[in-house]
């Protein structure tokens, strides 16, 4: 289905908005969504219980999973929140480490691991162990930071695949996936972890700068001679430009339809139909699983700069309803499992 | 912007903002009557709170369940934390597994069945090989956090027949123990024997079963009202097989 060019100005306005919600520069970020006005309540501390300090700038999802965090750590730990913002300065961050004096420290969010990287950088440690949630590619950046570990906020392409393998009815055997060379390194780590489910990756690797036509080449190279079952679309957002989406990614996709599946909800759009599906973060479950870190690490002596990065366990699900019922074979008792639809 | 002579055009603009306040104020007044309207009537309606964890999503089964009870108000809860705050605003009448009921001292008056019985087996589910009972204790075992942290721990212990749990890993939903299988961050998942076919369904993984002998309470009802006993019991036992496959029984007692 070629795009009329008044649809391709329709295109463009509507990514625009999209995009211009979910991205920054470099690895896409998603953080700070939308402010909440209520502030985050604690419980008075308690004499002789060990603090955690947490963090955080204040959105939905920084929210959702402060909530989650606190509700498991409060019976052990007094839960200290400082939400951060754009004014806040690596200054103010050393004032509440030295105030609090957490026994631990949560990080969630680029926008809280960057000010405690430079408070880092202006005090000689040592340092309370740290754990970061919710910022992009922490694997990649967790050597900026002493005594840290965390969890990965990107979705793994296994629990992906594994996930749309169950969503519809075409075999999922063999996944396309377009990055650019920056995204080399975590495309064979996700390749190596797809095979454990039999599942194959196979990468495209495009310029730094792509434009339009190369998108379309690489889309046209994986669909037709690697015949991919699936598209997989990295949370890039050079990738994601308005321009890329309505004259690449697009053009290709609707001419030759498979299930092409996004880590940004606003991508699964009914009227675009760029993402089928999209796995993104449950941002409760993170909660938990932070929590879960916390309590390793005060059993195995706080030592977090020798504790593993995790990656994250539990997904939400959207799904582009119309689009996967006629074009992709979609599996209509799944419907119950998937956590948002857009019709 | 006008900056003089502005008499006539002052009033105006007063008499404007005078109408635009009292239909705002109009407005809020309505907006208040009909949310306490709306407050009032879900307080009036009777209300079943439920806390399982099944393989269809939270939103669905409130919203089937809705359906299949109407004039009631149905809240389902993901977590176990939810579930207790819901218990707290004494609900007519609660729906979960047995054990998780009689954390909260609540009995219950309506149990599920399936094949004939009012309990299930569980099984641990590994990678490659079966769990040898001798190596319970020292285990990475994957759960899912049914009655929180420490009831959930005891919930283990008992049902592997050991003092003390091993090292537990908890998810929120059952659907995310394969994760922890694929990513080997625990030697096994504990689920109960009727998701097996199910994750082995999802998953190209040598998927072995370790059974467990201790059997665990299938979902029951309580009632904390007598309106809740009048309305809710035979709503439930009035479900049909659809609904009772989706909460996990064949039917109740």
Request: glycine share 8%; charged share 20%.
């Amino acid at each position: 289905m070629a795009l009329t060019s008044r649809k391709a100005l329709g295109v463009l306005l509507l990514l625009c908005g999209v995009v211009a919600l979910t991205c920054a520069r470099g690895p896409a970020t998603r953080d700070v969504v939308a402010p909440v006005g209520a502030s985050f309540e604690d419980v008075p501390t308690r004499p002789g219980v060990p603090g955690v300090l947490v963090v955080l700038p204040s959105s939905v999802h920084t929210r959702e999973v402060w909530h989650s965090l606190r509700d498991e750590l409060q019976s052990t730990f007094d839960v200290v929140t400082r939400p951060v913002s754009s004014e806040t300065t690596p200054a103010d961050l050393m004032r509440e480490v030295q105030a609090v004096k957490p026994r631990c420290v949560v990080l969630i969010g680029n926008q809280a691991m960057n000010l405690y990287a430079q408070y880092q950088k202006q005090v000689p440690g040592p340092f309370p162990p740290a754990v970061v949630l919710m910022a992009s590619f922490f694997e990649q950046q967790r050597s900026r930071l002493e005594n840290a570990t965390g969890i990965a906020y990107e979705i793994p392409g296994i629990t992906t695949f594994v996930k749309l393998r169950s969503f519809v009815y075409r075999p999922v055997q063999r996944v396309g996936v377009i990055h650019r060379p920056l995204f080399a390194g975590y495309v064979k780590e996700q390749r190596g972890l797809a095979a454990v489910e039999k599942v194959e990756l196979v990468g495209y690797e495009v310029g730094d700068e792509p434009g339009p036509y190369q998108i379309r080449r690489a889309l046209d190279h994986l669909t037709r001679r690697e015949k991919v079952d699936a598209i997989w679309v990295l949370n890039d957002n050079v990738l994601l430009k308005p321009e890329l989406i309505a004259k690449g990614w697009l053009k290709m996709l609707h001419q030759n339809p498979i299930p092409v599946v996004v880590g940004v909800g606003s991508l699964v759009d009914a009227r675009l139909h760029f993402g089928s599906f999209a796995m993104l973060p449950d941002h409760s479950a993170l909660g938990l699983q932070a929590a879960n870190l916390v309590f390793k690490l005060s059993q195995e002596g706080w030592k977090a700069g020798a504790t593993p990065v995790e990656l994250p366990l539990s997904v939400q699900s959207v799904i582009d309803l119309p689009w996967a019922r006629q074009r992709l074979q979609f599996r209509e008792e799944t419907l119950d499992h998937i956590d948002r639809i857009v019709q | 912007m006008m900056r003089s002579g502005g008499g006539p055009a002052l009033r105006a603009a007063a008499s404007a903002i005078a109408r635009r306040r009292f239909w705002v104020t109009a407005l809020l007044a309505a907006g208040a009557l009909l949310l306490s309207a709306l407050v009032a009537f879900a307080q009036e309606r009777p209300r079943l709170v439920v806390y399982l964890h099944t393989e269809v999503k939270s939103r669905a089964l409130e919203a089937l369940l809705a359906q299949r009870m109407p004039g009631t108000e149905v809240i389902v809860c993901g977590r176990y934390r939810d579930f207790t705050r819901e218990l707290a605003r004494t609900p007519d009448a609660a729906l979960a597994l047995e054990p998780v009921l009689q954390a909260n001292a609540l009995t219950g008056a309506l149990k599920g069945l399936r094949g004939g019985r009012d309990t299930e087996p569980y099984v641990l589910l590994s990678i490659g090989a079966t769990i040898d009972a001798a190596r319970f204790s020292t285990i990475v075992l994957g759960a899912v956090d049914l009655l929180g942290r420490d009831g959930t721990t005891q919930f283990v212990a008992n049902l592997l027949g050991l003092e003390a749990s091993p090292e537990i890993k908890f998810v929120i939903k059952s659907e995310d123990l394969l994760p922890l299988l694929q990513f080997q961050s625990a030697d096994a998942v504990l689920l109960p024997e009727r998701e097996v076919v199910r994750t082995k369904n999802l998953s190209k993984l040598d998927l072995q079963v370790t059974p467990l002998a201790t059997r665990v309470g299938l979902p029951a009802v309580a009632f904390g009202t007598e309106v809740g006993r009048r309305v809710f019991r035979p709503l439930v036992l009035a479900l049909d097989s659809e609904t009772n496959g989706k909460l996990g029984v064949d039917t109740w007692r």
